[in-house]
């Protein structure tokens, strides 16, 4: 008796005893790292808040390495078919798992490659755990909460402490405070339930944005059933995938071959694309159903004499009275299903379909566009392994033409891996809920391209290379007759001495574009070129610096247009002690206008990840700081400033400062208990 | 209307045809430093001293860019001598209107299985109805050096007298190719070269040569001027390989080819015969 009354006094207390056993934020620098490695700062400013969400997911819901299959391996990042092949014949040959250490024993795999991968990794020791039952037994009424209840609560709020002209004008309905609020509470690894509401700056409710969903997994036969928010992962994505996805950049190979999660609940405060319903799926021997249903309100320009939708604002912003004119003006009602079958390691494929039917028809402009209020589309989509060459794609109809993604990775050396795919959507091919591979971020409509990369681990370095030949058969919003482009990425990373990385880094974009030559409208073409080094070094095992210079060149011969950009910035990351973080970053930069703008990715709040052009003269600093006094609570803190000296003004339109200062203070409260 | 602009497809492409052998083009051309094939002769020669047997191809596009007026077809043949490898083959191209023919000799010297040079000596006519004919001789180098067991060096220069048809100069291609092969493995090579022609801009040129199981090969690779892409399988049985090459020209469309290449008394796959030829383990 004396023992337990110690074990529950130890149990109870454990937090405090373990505040300093981990290195903090662990899942943070993880997730960082992970998303430096796949990501690239594109030549648009857009936020990955998203992104980062789903690495951060990955990383907090491990894949269990003895029931995992090739195929559920793959969605690690990093881990090719073949890579997953190897992990899976080991299994076979030498039985399950103990340790994720155990990747360690296999000669085959890189070890750089098992330190990147095995976060996203876990051994269920089910037979190992803590005994708990004799607890159960004796006082199971005495617990405030049982054990298998968990609460993970994230709160952030920012604000720009500079007045911008839309608060000045009172144009904005609402006050200057972004805040944004998330609860999960998971009951057994098998029951979450969320809630998340999100307001904007400017944005008058405080749940300006509200989303919900209840979701049970792996109950008998039931694998998954989501009440609420949930979106779809399908194939290739096509025809339905989440509202954000990866796309071209520093790894050639991970981005070319999505990896669909078919059906989780949506937990991101982007305000679009995602159902709202009931969506379940159930695995029976190697086949996989799935069916949802959807209806919800979307934002919506509704033309008043004829009730006919003009467009669907995909921003979720409504700061303005114009704006909340359009929040829920139409709905949408979206029901389907998908069949699944896998056979062994060697083969997965599904067929799926939807129909959408909208309160209003579309008002079309040209006859490609959406016209009408109902749709259907109708996919297949595959995933070959036949080691060493994986081969997969999608089709999708839409009853009145088909897209399609086919691609293939061969690896015939493990440290050496070739991707090449070709995609193929036609103009008339209007997809609502896609988000393939390609240039027009998720886009799947009048692009054809071809993508060819390779990655190589070579014993000098590793070598991320791709090139990726595009061409928009019809005009487009920027274009008004058919154009094409291409780009060409090539990096090189080395770890010179014992803790010290360089990398290297050029990318080349051609691309044509419409200019005024002489007032007449003409389409020429356009190079922009990136030039980048970057040096990381460990000073000690708490501090590590980041140095990069990069330079930008925009060109466009025709115009006599030639412009560039610098880019210089100095970056520290300190671990103070085991519970205090900081991280620190000056940025100088100096580009001829925002055609030559220099982006940069920054360690932001734990689940915000955005790319901000850097242009015009000036710099811009942060400072963020992430204390952990307790295992259960995180509490961060970050300022931004962005300074430029001989500016007037910064930003346009309702978002003008009328300063040459943009500055921010944010913080967030992550508990999980 | 369509002879038209044949005929304008045919100006400005003539010339700049791209070097035969289904294998080549499926490597966008990156092979300078591989040349291990008779369809060598026409790019860099040197590379016919690596095979010790004796082999024959032919090659046939039947429609470039959809064009069957584009058509052309090559055939060649190599004999290893004891002092080197003599080489012959031929070209058509074009239609009843527009033809042109080429017949190509090749030389090639293999010091020491480590350096390889090569000589070509092209006749080439042409002939356009209605506007009469015309013909040309020119000198093709090569060279291809084994840096290591696996890695090669190679370049080739075309055209050096720089010879033309009619009146106007440089109608024939004057180039300069140079490039590297690399054999990652056994079963792999990575190409990669450059390509300076007098009168485009410089085209770089990359290609991986993947031997998947020992009858069959994959292979692709891209260029950027023009900006192509290309892939191809190579299906080697016995005395016989058969390869298919596509390429995609980003405005131009797809183009197919196919190739045959019938090798006598090589018991080895190509890579692994040439290996033991040139004494690399």
Redesign the interface.
Known sequence: MMKIVFNILFLTLSPFFFINSQIIDSTEIKTEETLDEILDESFVEEDNSDLYNAVEELILNPIDLNTADVFELQKIPGIESSTAEIILSYRNRFGPFYSVNELYAMRELDRDLINRIIPFLKVDKESIKFDSTLFQEDFSEARILPSDIKIYLRSRFGNDLQTRKGFEDGIYLGNKLRAYNRLFVKYSKQIQAGILIDKDAGERDIDDFKSFHLNVKNYGVLNNLVLGDYVLEFGQGLMLWSPYGFSKGADAIFPVKRKGKILKPYTSATEYDFMRGVAATIDYSGFSFTAFYSSKKIDANVDSVTNKITSTPKTGLHLTENDLMKVNRASEKIFGGRISYKYDKFFNAGMSAYQSKFSNEFESTSIYDLSGSNFRYYSFDYDVNLS??NIFGEFVYNETSVASLNGII?T??NN?I?T?SIRSYPRNFINLHGFAFGEQSGNTNNEFG?Y?G?KWRSNFGLINFY?D?F?FPFETFENPVPS?G?E?YLSYSKNFFNKTQLNLRFKSERKDVTENLNNIKTVVERIRNSYRAELMYDISSRLRMKSRIEYNTYEISKAEIKENGILIFQDLRYVISKSLLAYGRIIFFETDSFNSAVYEFENDLTGVLTNLAMYGEGLRWYLMIRYKPFDFLTLSMKYAETYKPNEKSLSSGNNLIRNNIDNRISFQIDLAY | MKILSTIFLLTSFTLAQFNPGAKQISLSNSDVALSNDVFSLFNNPSGLSQIDWREIGIYYSPAPFGLTELANAYVAYTEPFSFGSVAIGGMTYGFDLYRESKIVLGYSYNYQNKFFAGAAFNFHTLSIKNYGDDNALYFNLGGLVYLSEDFRLGFSFQNINRASFGNDDDQIPVLLNAGISYD??N??SINAAVEKDLRYKTSLM?G?D?D?IEYLS?R?G?S?EP???S?GIGINYSFISLDYAMF?H??LGLTHQVGLIISFNKELSRRQQIRNYLGIK
């Open positions: 060493p060459v061969i015939p050396l050496f070739i090449a071809i060819y390779i090139y030949q061409r094409s291409n060409f | 990652l493995i079963s792999l990359f991986v993947y998947l994959l692709s891209f950027n900006s192509k892409f892939a995609t980003n405005d």
